[in-house]
């Protein structure tokens, strides 16, 4: 009698672990999977950390250099928000467990939370930028009806300038360079800092994945020297350039573009 009920406690515990298995696959995807992996990269790893350190070590060496020159305008900064100077991986990694990718909708509630974390190095070097008299300036493509909440994580993290008149919101255009030149119109644009090319020129705008290659060999001299770059693994234009922009894809349907353009052998 008790080899019968060791047997058939084992047997219902198998079936139990079987009849919850769809449940778990919701999230077994490509594209769910990577971000999730990417996220750990950026949560975890202290190569990350480092690459982060070395952008605005960088950032640092090219602005000293500036300092030195002259200027007809007030100088300013420009950066970009996410994966720049705020990090965004907890809801990256919230909605990968649960098979989602971005949504506009849960992407508000998160970021009305006001709970983002800095990016390593970001906090230090803008607050050195802004005690030698550089304006900074966050040219961002999250909404208008993101400012409080935006103002607020900036505020709590100790960013300097965080002001409204220096937060630069979306409004009607994603494409930042019409901001970018009415900024220019009153200082000098001494530094672009962001995590998609589309921080720093209109060159890659809604281009194809080949022509962001190509432009980006043509800019290559302003890389560590206008143009300060951050590592984003989980998205980005990079990621939307492979779907044509095409922001309606299934998860099902990006997974079969990912597999389309990965090398083997």
């Avoid at 008790?2 to 084992?10: C, E, G, M, Q, T």
């Avoid at 974390?117 to 802004?130: E, H, I, M, N, Q």
């Avoid at 360079?177 to 995590?195: F, H, W």
């Amino acid at each position: 009698m008790k080899k019968y009920f060791i047997i058939v406690a084992v047997l219902t515990v198998g079936c139990t672990a079987a009849r919850q298995t769809p449940a778990t696959t919701a999230s077994q995807n490509i594209t769910a999977n990577g971000k999730l992996f990417a996220s750990l990269f950026q949560q975890r790893a202290a190569e990350y950390r480092a690459l982060c350190y070395q952008a605005f070590n960088i950032a640092k060496l090219r602005l000293d250099e500036t300092l030195t020159q002259t200027h007809t305008k007030p100088l300013a900064v420009v950066t970009d928000i996410d994966e720049t100077v705020l990090d965004n991986s907890p809801y990256d990694v919230k909605q990968s467990l649960v098979g989602k990718d971005y949504e506009q909708k849960s992407w508000e509630e998160w970021t009305a939370l006001a709970k983002a974390d800095t990016v390593p190095g970001a906090r230090s070097f803008l607050k050195y930028a802004a005690s030698k008299g550089v304006r900074i300036f966050y040219l961002t493509n999250r909404a208008e009806a993101e400012r409080k909440g935006t103002l607020t994580n900036l505020v709590q993290m100790d960013f300097p300038d965080a002001v409204t008149e220096q937060l630069i919101l979306k409004g009607t255009i994603s494409s930042k360079e019409s901001r970018r030149q009415t900024i220019a119109e009153k200082y000098e644009i001494v530094m672009l800092m962001g995590d998609n090319l589309g921080d720093f020129s209109s060159l890659f705008d809604k281009k194809t994945a080949e022509e962001r290659l190509q432009n980006t060999s043509l800019s290559s001299a302003e890389f560590g020297r206008k143009f300060i770059v951050l590592p984003n693994p989980v998205y980005g234009d990079w990621e939307n350039s492979l779907y044509k922009y095409n922001y309606n894809l299934t998860p099902a349907q990006k997974d079969s573009v990912i597999r389309s353009v990965l090398k083997s052998y």
